[in-house]
Nanobody, 124 residues
Framework: QVQLVETGGGSVRAGDSLRLSCTASGGTFSSYAMGWFRQAAGKEREFVAAISRTGGSTKYADSVKGRFTISRDNAQNTGYLQMNNLKPEDTAVYFC?????????????????WGQGTQVTVSS
């Protein structure tokens, strides 16, 4: 299994931007889809975005569509989540995950490796 480490979280104001990174090691990152999920305090973990193993397909939750962009650099074993125009409701711990197969899944059941998470806090 691949090991994943997220970085780039922080505390920002509404309207600001952040870029999260997810660095993989110990496995074949480029063989699998990658996803970003988030979990706000007291809530269930929810899907944010996913990208296929080649980067040719992406999918977003409606709540982030048009503001967030997922990408990956397989040569660097790294995935990214560019978050623009952040809102207070984006506040959560963000997790990256490596998929079981190469195509996109919006369910966390489609992923078998998870990072430890990085906190994103957006104030109004």
């Amino acid at each position: 299994q691949v090991q994943l480490v997220e970085t780039g979280g922080g505390s920002v104001r509404a309207g600001d931007s952040l870029r999260l990174s997810c660095t993989a090691s110990g496995g074949t990152f480029s063989s699998y889809a990658m996803g970003w999920f988030r979990q706000a305090a007291g809530k269930e973990r929810e899907f944010v975005a996913a990208i296929s193993r080649t980067g040719g397909s992406t999918k977003y939750a409606d709540s982030v569509k048009g503001r967030f962009t997922i990408s990956r650099d397989n040569a660097q074993n790294t995935g990214y989540l560019q978050m623009n125009n952040l809102k207070p409701e984006d506040t959560a711990v963000y997790f990256c995950a490596s998929g079981i197969i190469g195509i996109i899944s919006t369910s966390d059941l489609g992923y078998d490796s998870w990072g430890q998470g990085t906190q994103v806090t957006v104030s109004s």
